[in-house]
C-alpha cells in the first residue's frame, strides 16, 4: 500500500503525524499546568494529595507522548533532530532535566522515608510544570523565526549561537509562544481538577484560578498568532531547493490551505468555548474537552503551516540555504515506507489511551479514596 506513495506523499503523511503528536503533547500539558497550581488550589496537605493524586494518574502520558514525539522525529526527519538537538542542546537538556525530576517526584513523594520531604517533590513539580512548557514552546517557535546554525555539504552541523539554543528565549516571539503555553497548560489544568476532582473548594479555586491564567495565555497567544500573520518567513523552490524570504508568508499559507485556516479558527474556538462555559456555568465539568479538542486542533494547524506549502519548518537565520525542509530533512522512501506500516499501530495505541483514561475516570477522585487506595503518589 504505502510502497506505491511518492517520496513527498510520504514526507508530508509523516509531517501530519509529527503535527498530531505535537498537538497532543501541548493538551497533555494540563499536568504540567496543574502542577504549577498545586500551592494555589491546595491549602493543607489532604487537598494537595488530591491534586497530586489526580494528576499521578496522567503524568505518564504526556512523558510518552514526549518520547514519541521525538521519537516519531528523529525516524522521519533525522536531519531536524541532528540540528536542533546537535546544536541547541542547552534547551533539551534542561527539557530532560525538567522530565526527570517529574518522574523522580511523582514516584518518591509520598514514599515513607523520604528524607526530602513533600515539599521539595512539590517544588520539582513546579519546576518541571515551568520549565517543560516555556521551553518547548520557545522551541516550536523557532520552526517560524529560525535558529542560527549551518550545514555543510556532509550535514554536519556548526551552531553559531554561543547559548546553544537558549539564545531563542530572547526573541519575545518565541518567548510569547512558550508564555502561551504555560498559561495554556495551567488553563487546562485548572478543567482537568474542575473534571477529575470531588471536592468544593478545589472546584472553587479551580474556577478563580481558570479566570486568571485564560487572561495572560490570551494575551500572548494572540501576540504570537497575530504578529506571525506579519512576519517573514521562508519559501523554497522543490525543483532547486533554493530557500528565499517571502513577506507574509505564514498569513499566505492560511489563505492558500484553507482547510488549515478553518482548523485554526475551529481549534480557537473550541478553546474559548471550553473557558467560557466553565465560567459561565455553575458546575460545569466539561470545559477540557472542549479546550482541549480545540487545543490539538489549534497546534497541529501551526505545524502544518511551518512546514507545508513549500514551506521551510527550520529556518537558519545564519545561512539561509541551510534551512531544513520536510524535503530536504527526510529519511529516505524505504525508511519513510516502513515506518508508515507502524504508524498503522497508532489507532490502537490511541484506543488503549482512550479506555485507560475512563477506567480511571470512572468517578471523580475523592478524600475517601485517599484513604483506602493502595498506591498513593
Same mark, same amino acid.
Given at each position: 500500500? !504505502?510502497?506505491t506513495?511518492?517520496?513527498?506523499?510520504?514526507?508530508?503523511?509523516?509531517?501530519i503525524?509529527?503535527?498530531?503528536?505535537?498537538?497532543?503533547?501541548?493538551?497533555?500539558?494540563?499536568?504540567?499546568?496543574?502542577?504549577?497550581?498545586?500551592? %494555589?488550589?491546595?491549602?493543607?496537605?489532604?487537598?494537595?494529595?488530591?491534586l497530586?493524586?489526580?494528576?499521578?494518574?496522567?503524568?505518564?502520558?504526556?512523558?510518552?507522548?514526549?518520547?514519541?514525539?521525538?521519537?516519531?522525529f528523529?525516524?522521519? !526527519?533525522?536531519?531536524?533532530?541532528?540540528?536542533?538537538?546537535?546544536?541547541?542542546?542547552?534547551?533539551w537538556?534542561?527539557?530532560? !532535566?525538567?522530565?526527570?525530576?517529574?518522574a523522580?517526584?511523582?514516584?518518591?513523594?509520598?514514599?515513607?522515608?523520604?528524607?526530602?520531604g +513533600?515539599k521539595?517533590?512539590?517544588?520539582? *513539580?513546579?519546576?518541571?510544570?515551568?520549565?517543560?512548557?516555556?521551553?518547548?514552546?520557545?522551541?516550536?517557535?523557532?520552526?517560524?523565526?529560525?535558529?542560527?546554525?549551518?550545514?555543510?555539504?556532509?550535514?554536519?552541523?556548526?551552531?553559531?549561537?554561543?547559548?546553544?539554543?537558549?539564545?531563542?528565549?530572547?526573541?519575545?516571539?518565541?518567548?510569547s509562544?512558550g508564555?502561551?503555553?504555560?498559561?495554556?497548560?495551567?488553563?487546562?489544568?485548572?478543567?482537568?481538577?474542575?473534571?477529575?476532582?470531588d471536592?468544593?473548594?478545589?472546584?472553587?479555586?479551580?474556577?478563580?484560578?481558570?479566570?486568571?491564567n485564560?487572561?495572560?495565555?490570551?494575551?500572548?497567544?494572540?501576540?504570537?498568532?497575530?504578529?506571525?500573520? &506579519?512576519?517573514?518567513?521562508?519559501?523554497?523552490?522543490?525543483?532547486?531547493?533554493?530557500v528565499?524570504?517571502?513577506?507574509?508568508?505564514?498569513? %499566505?499559507?492560511?489563505? +492558500?490551505?484553507?482547510?488549515?485556516?478553518?482548523?485554526? *479558527?475551529?481549534?480557537?474556538?473550541?478553546?474559548?468555548?471550553?473557558?467560557?462555559?466553565?465560567?459561565?456555568k455553575?458546575?460545569?465539568?466539561?470545559?477540557?474537552?472542549?479546550?482541549?479538542?480545540?487545543?490539538i486542533?489549534?497546534?497541529?494547524s501551526?505545524?502544518?503551516?511551518?512546514?507545508?506549502?513549500?514551506?521551510?519548518?527550520?529556518?537558519?537565520?545564519?545561512?539561509?540555504?541551510?534551512?531544513l525542509t520536510?524535503?530536504?530533512?527526510?529519511?529516505?522512501?524505504?525508511?519513510?515506507?516502513?515506518?508508515?506500516?507502524?504508524?498503522?499501530?497508532?489507532? &490502537?495505541?490511541?484506543?488503549?489511551?482512550?479506555?485507560?483514561?475512563?477506567?480511571?475516570?470512572?468517578?471523580?477522585?475523592?478524600?475517601?479514596?485517599?484513604t483506602?487506595e %493502595? %498506591?498513593?503518589?
Amino acid at each position: 500500500m !504505502f510502497e506505491t506513495l511518492s517520496l513527498t506523499v510520504l514526507q508530508q503523511y509523516w509531517w501530519i503525524i509529527i503535527s498530531l503528536l505535537g498537538s497532543a503533547l501541548v493538551f497533555l500539558m494540563f499536568v504540567q499546568g496543574g502542577q504549577t497550581l498545586l500551592g %494555589h488550589l491546595g491549602k493543607n496537605e489532604t487537598e494537595r494529595s488530591l491534586l497530586v493524586n489526580s494528576l499521578g494518574r496522567k503524568w505518564e502520558f504526556t512523558f510518552t507522548t514526549l518520547v514519541t514525539f521525538g521519537g516519531a522525529f528523529f525516524a522521519s !526527519f533525522p536531519l531536524f533532530y541532528a540540528t536542533s538537538f546537535g546544536g541547541a542542546y542547552w534547551v533539551w537538556i534542561l527539557i530532560l !532535566f525538567a522530565f526527570v525530576i517529574q518522574a523522580v517526584s511523582y514516584e518518591f513523594r509520598s514514599k515513607a522515608g523520604n528524607f526530602l520531604g +513533600q515539599k521539595t517533590y512539590e517544588t520539582f *513539580l513546579y519546576i518541571n510544570g515551568l520549565l517543560g512548557t516555556i521551553l518547548i514552546g520557545v522551541a516550536v517557535g523557532t520552526f517560524f523565526t529560525g535558529s542560527l546554525f549551518s550545514l555543510n555539504e556532509m550535514n554536519q552541523v556548526s551552531w553559531q549561537g554561543p547559548a546553544r539554543g537558549l539564545e531563542a528565549a530572547l526573541n519575545f516571539q518565541n518567548l510569547s509562544l512558550g508564555l502561551a503555553v504555560f498559561f495554556l497548560s495551567r488553563v487546562l489544568g485548572a478543567l482537568y481538577f474542575m473534571n477529575n476532582i470531588d471536592e468544593d473548594t478545589i472546584f472553587t479555586r479551580s474556577k478563580r484560578h481558570l479566570l486568571i491564567n485564560a487572561i495572560p495565555f490570551l494575551v500572548f497567544f494572540l501576540f504570537f498568532l497575530i504578529r506571525l500573520m &506579519f512576519i517573514d518567513g521562508f519559501t523554497y523552490n522543490p525543483e532547486t531547493g533554493i530557500v528565499a524570504p517571502e513577506k507574509y508568508k505564514y498569513l %499566505h499559507n492560511l489563505l +492558500q490551505m484553507p482547510l488549515i485556516l478553518i482548523m485554526l *479558527l475551529t481549534g480557537v474556538a473550541g478553546v474559548l468555548y471550553g473557558i467560557g462555559s466553565s465560567l459561565l456555568k455553575a458546575k460545569s465539568t466539561l470545559g477540557i474537552w472542549f479546550a482541549g479538542s480545540g487545543t490539538i486542533l489549534t497546534v497541529m494547524s501551526l505545524f502544518m503551516i511551518a512546514g507545508f506549502n513549500n514551506t521551510a519548518f527550520y529556518p537558519s537565520t545564519f545561512d539561509l540555504q541551510s534551512s531544513l525542509t520536510i524535503q530536504n530533512a527526510s529519511s529516505s522512501k524505504f525508511t519513510l515506507t516502513v515506518m508508515s506500516y507502524v504508524s498503522l499501530l497508532v489507532p &490502537f495505541v490511541i484506543a488503549y489511551i482512550f479506555y485507560t483514561w475512563r477506567a480511571m475516570n470512572k468517578k471523580q477522585i475523592s478524600r475517601d479514596e485517599l484513604t483506602s487506595e %493502595h %498506591h498513593l503518589y
